[in-house]
């Protein structure tokens, strides 16, 4: 089990740090077009053609099959060896609403990733579905497909409310992956704890704010 959860929270921290990347990158969709399609286009760019980025990238999908595959499985053996009733243990008061529902909180941000791939992802990089211009620089205008989609009201809405069940994912995760990973020390928790939940606040309103703003821009 030690092995398992260790797994969980090391690619649980692998992929904290990759979001506060991609919201970096995010935020340039809040500057002026003039200079925000350049930018976004050119950061893609450099993204999609560096050696290190890309082996970086590999590791990123690994992480995120490895994170759900493991967190599936500690979920499953947690339910197939629960036999004592939560009537008795009194579960609402010795664990976060956030902590008993991982498992749910989990296929939502799966869900969310799978849609945000197929529209972003399988798109641009692997060339599936409607083929993606040119700006004027010559490269490839990422930046003109995130604007078309953060004009549909239907996938702003859907990526914005998701980042709901992410921020509450992002809090209970992050702070309890030092614990899975051996970290014990009280005081240092509490700290843990709070920088958790800061984090998981600025990645949730930050990711959830960014399709709206563009949308009414």
């Not at 399609?37 to 993204?47: A, F, G, I």
């Not at 590999?58 to 499953?76: M, N, P, R």
């Not at 579905?129 to 953060?150: I, R």
Request: proline share 1%.
């Amino acid at each position: 089990m030690f092995f398992r959860k260790s797994v969980v929270a090391t690619t649980g921290l692998f992929l904290c740090i990759f979001l506060i990347v991609h919201l970096s990158a995010n935020s340039l969709l809040l500057l002026p077009e003039s200079i925000a399609r350049s930018l976004y286009n050119s950061y893609s760019t450099t993204l999609r053609e560096s050696t290190l980025i890309n082996v970086v990238g590999y590791i990123l999908y690994l992480s995120i099959i490895l994170h759900v595959v493991y967190a599936a499985i500690i979920t499953y053996k947690n339910r197939k060896t629960r036999s004592v009733s939560y009537a008795v243990n009194h579960k609402s008061e010795n664990s976060s609403w956030a902590s008993q529902n991982m498992g749910f909180l989990g296929v939502l941000v799966l869900v969310f990733i799978v849609v945000h791939m197929a529209n972003f992802w399988a798109r641009i990089k692997l060339g599936i579905g409607e083929s993606v211009g040119l700006d004027t620089d010559g490269y490839v205008d990422v930046y003109q497909v995130t604007y078309d989609l953060f004009h549909n009201v239907y996938y702003v809405l859907f990526y914005s409310i998701l980042m709901i069940p992410l921020g509450f994912h992002l809090f209970h995760g992050l702070k309890s992956a030092f614990k899975s990973l051996g970290f014990y020390h009280k005081k240092g928790l509490r700290i843990l704890a709070k920088i958790s939940l800061v984090y998981a606040a600025v990645m949730a309103i930050g990711f959830g704010i960014i399709p709206l703003i563009v949308y009414f821009k």
